[in-house]
């Protein structure tokens, strides 16, 4: 069997488009159908990762890029890997529909989705009334053991979250110290940290811990298609809202493939299919309103963006990480 893969690998004579991305593999096998339905000589190959992941993988492969495009992760890690040389310039067709915090000046990413950050709960046994209303609410005596957190190291979704938290202590009082506390009472009501959103799932469907943190657009999937009792709720006092971004990668093997695939997943009607089949929300202000889908019209008056300073989020997050890893992470699990 081994020998009959390799023999038919060795005959595949088409041109490999390597997609580094976190947006899972629903989205990704559908963008990579149609891609390659539209270039059969094309053999699209996407790497699902954390966003993290992918930053750390494109800097480990600098002197010998493997990826052609990045596809997906907040737009502060995108800024990162601009500052390090690791993106290349590309305007797209569409560049003067998205707003100037949604793009980079210099061209080397643009924003794709927003994605919001939400509470999510195992529905079977969690009463919709009983759910944490907000971020403050995860840290009730009643959720202690019960929360879910994937592993924030790797994860954009997470980072950010973790790092609003901070900055609205900062915010309110003028220090971080009143969001390291609440990280810390939040590492005392988790159970686990998950390696990746798979497992995430799995655990908070089978009722191994019955609360987690997590976005918006994977919940949202997971509770219309049903295969999971997950449902959520958008924090009222407001939620950070991602701007997830695409980019090339700079010394891509195969560069106009790979601006091709580029704009052929941001078109307006790939925008629209996101948003209809997998709970995407497009970046793009010349899509109409009432083209995007009944879920989106509902969920917009509720999404109340978490005030931020951008600069010291983009400077600060990944100090901020390591000091939450080093110091917190697992220091009041069980007390």
Known sequence: ????????????????????????????????HEFEAAHPDV????????????????????????????FGAPSEIFTRAASEGLLQP?????????PADARDPHDLWYGTYLTPEVIAYNSVAVPKADAPQDWDDVLAPKWKGKVLIRDPIASGSMRAIFAAIVARSIAQTGSEAAGWDW???????????????????????????LISLWDMPDIAELERKSEFPIAYVIPKSGTPIVVDAIAIVNGAKHPALAKEFYEFVTTESALLDAARKFVRIPVRTDIPVDSLPAWY??????????????????????????????NIRNSMRGK
Do not use: F
Request: hydrophobic fraction near 35%; aromatic fraction near 10%.
């Open 183 to 209: 990280l810390r009472r939040l590492d005392g009501q988790t159970s686990e940290y998950t390696l990746n959103p798979t497992l995430l799932y799995q655990k908070l469907g089978r009722q191994e811990g």
């Open 90 to 98: 590309y305007r797209p067709t569409w560049a003067g529909q998205v």
């Open 297 to 326: 019209r509902q969920a917009e008056p509720q999404l109340k963006p978490m005030p931020g300073d951008s600069r010291m989020l983009l400077d600060s997050t990944d100090v901020w990480m390591r000091y939450w890893d080093a």
């Open 43 to 70: 053999d699209v190959q996407w790497v699902d990762m954390g966003s993290q992941d992918v930053l750390d993988r494109l800097r480990s492969e600098k002197a010998n890029p493997q990826a052609d495009v990045w």
């Open 1 to 32: 069997m081994l020998l009959a893969a390799v023999g038919a690998c060795a005959h595949d004579s088409r041109i490999p488009l390597v997609v580094y991305s976190p947006h899972g593999k629903d989205l990704l096998t559908y963008y990579a």
